[in-house]
């Protein structure tokens, strides 16, 4: 995949989407029922990176204060969603140690790798920060996870919403309809290709979260050094 036209494909059509008020709220966000966990392997930028997207954030406070930011601790890549999020689901369900096994067994030969995040994309209903690994071992590595997980007979859905190819971060979501919308997407363009940082991939985290990460609700259950 060409990360940097897939990336342009999504802002151009989210961007246009905005214009016509055609996005999309998040009515979960606030839930007290929403009950939706999951299983995810993700990785984390470095601190002078995150502090670059919390600069961002603060900027975007001020013309849209009532959306959801993600905080600090909560960004991240998602390496792979294993077993991706839905109601009911608790880890009384799984036994966790065959799935740091198969892990464990995915990362064997895995090396060090550095993902540069520059510019904003988007979707009708989020805005992401664009990842770009420097080498082809984030999708071997994912490859290999497909193949291993594939080969158990453990629960898990990786692949059955969408295949993921990218190293986006999640940072913005629309909890209601926007106010300040000219300004808005005047900050989203002049941030198009902004430079947040670049960092090195040393370990990987095996979490039970929440659809969106909070650190409240994310339970680390093993962090894997590569």
Same mark, same amino acid.
């Given at each position: 995949m060409?990360?940097?036209?897939?990336?342009?494909?999504?802002?151009?059509?989210?961007?246009?989407?905005?214009?016509?008020?055609?996005?999309?709220?998040?009515?979960?966000?606030?839930?007290?029922?929403?009950?939706?966990?999951?299983?995810?392997?993700?990785l984390r930028p470095d601190l002078k990176t995150k502090i670059e997207i919390v600069k961002f954030l603060d900027k975007l406070k001020k013309i849209e204060s009532r959306q959801y930011f993600y905080q600090d601790s909560d960004i991240h890549v998602t390496v792979m969603p294993i077993i991706s999020c839905y109601d009911g689901f608790n880890l009384s369900q799984i036994v966790i140690e065959d799935y740091i096994?198969?892990?464990?067994? !995915?990362? &064997? =030969?895995?090396?060090?790798f550095k993902i540069e995040f520059k510019g904003l994309t988007a979707s009708p209903s989020c805005i992401m920060v664009q990842g770009f690994p420097n080498n082809n071992l984030l999708n071997q590595f994912r490859n290999k996870l497909r193949e291993n997980f594939k080969s158990t007979t453990l629960q898990q859905s990786i692949d059955e919403r969408?295949?993921?190819?990218?190293?986006?971060?999640?940072i913005f979501r629309?909890?209601?309809?926007?106010?300040?919308?000219?300004?808005?997407?005047?900050?989203?363009? !002049?941030? &198009? =290709?902004?430079?947040?940082?670049?960092?090195?991939?040393e370990n990987v985290e095996l979490v039970y979260n929440?659809?969106?990460?909070?650190?409240?609700?994310?339970?680390?259950?093993?962090?894997?050094?590569?």
């Open positions: 060409n990360l940097t036209e897939h990336y342009n494909h999504l802002y151009q059509e989210a961007i246009l989407n905005f214009q016509t008020d055609n996005y999309q709220i998040d009515s979960l966000i606030d839930s007290s029922n929403d009950n939706r966990y999951g299983l995810t392997l993700l096994k198969i892990i464990n067994e !995915s990362l &064997r =030969n895995c090396l060090k969408y295949s993921i190819q990218t190293a986006h971060s999640t629309l909890r209601e309809r926007l106010n300040n919308k000219r300004e808005f997407l005047n900050l989203i363009d !002049s941030y &198009r =290709n902004h430079y947040f940082g670049s960092f090195v991939v929440d659809w969106y990460q909070r650190k409240e609700n994310v339970k680390e259950l093993l962090r894997f050094e590569i």
